[in-house]
T-cell receptor
């Protein structure tokens, strides 16, 4: 079955460390997205990519970085510059050029905790 | 800019009660509208969608009608079950001159708890 795989499900980071969250999809989707979810704040867009080797900042990109070297993969690095990284991170993908009719497919998320 | 406003939660109901979660939107043109559901510790799943005015989306007993005159897309279910306990997100996909944009705009979510 096609879908989006996020790993790991739980991740612990020490102060000052960079960590990378994995997102892989086998849906042949061109567009991929990273969201951060905090309690009571809904979803906030971190980065998105419409095509391989291209990506754009979302609403809260500071302290994060991404790459899009392959269509299937869109890893997110949480850098030491992100002062409050503890959150639930969601990856999503969709087919571009569908007029918004398709919606997103989401992964099951990674819960990052700073220890 | 485009935005989605959902009713504040949490919402607590008894099993078999009727559910309505209000959602209104602000957008230019003719956006597509979605409801997503998030069960505890999981990602979001598409529950239903409507792509034009007066369309009704439905799935698993849930329904929502795209009302352009009131810019609303309220989620309804006639008889909720304990298994419906989750967070529900309303979202829109703005339209553009190119025929569509994939960047969804989400509401803040409404937590529903159904007690037996």
């Amino acid at each position: 079955d096609g879908g989006i795989t996020q790993s790991p499900k739980y991740l612990f980071r020490k102060e000052g460390q960079n960590v990378t969250l994995s997102c892989e999809q086998n849906l042949n989707h061109d567009a991929m997205y990273w969201y951060r979810q905090d309690p009571g704040q809904g979803l906030r867009l971190i980065y998105y990519s419409q095509i391989v080797n291209d990506f754009q900042k979302g609403d809260i990109a500071e302290g994060y970085s991404v790459s899009r070297e392959k269509k299937e993969s869109f890893p997110l690095t949480v850098t030491s510059a992100q002062k409050n990284p503890t959150a639930f991170y969601l990856c999503a993908s969709t087919l571009p050029g569908t007029g918004g009719n398709y919606g997103y497919t989401f992964g099951s998320g990674t819960r990052l905790t700073v220890v | 800019g485009d935005s989605v406003t959902q009713m504040e939660g949490p919402v607590t109901l008894s099993e078999e009660a009727c559910l309505t979660i209000n959602c209104t939107y602000t957008a230019t043109g003719y956006p597509s509208l979605f409801w997503y559901v998030q069960y505890p510790g999981e990602g979001l799943q598409l529950l239903l969608k409507a792509t034009k005015a007066d369309d009704k989306g439905s799935n698993k007993g849930f329904e929502a009608t795209y009302r352009k005159e009131t810019t609303s897309f309220h989620l309804e279910k006639g008889s909720v079950q304990v298994s419906d306990s989750a967070v529900y997100f309303c979202a829109l996909s703005p339209t553009s001159s190119q025929g569509g944009s994939e960047k969804l705009v989400f509401g803040k979510g409404t937590k529903l708890t159904v007690n037996p």
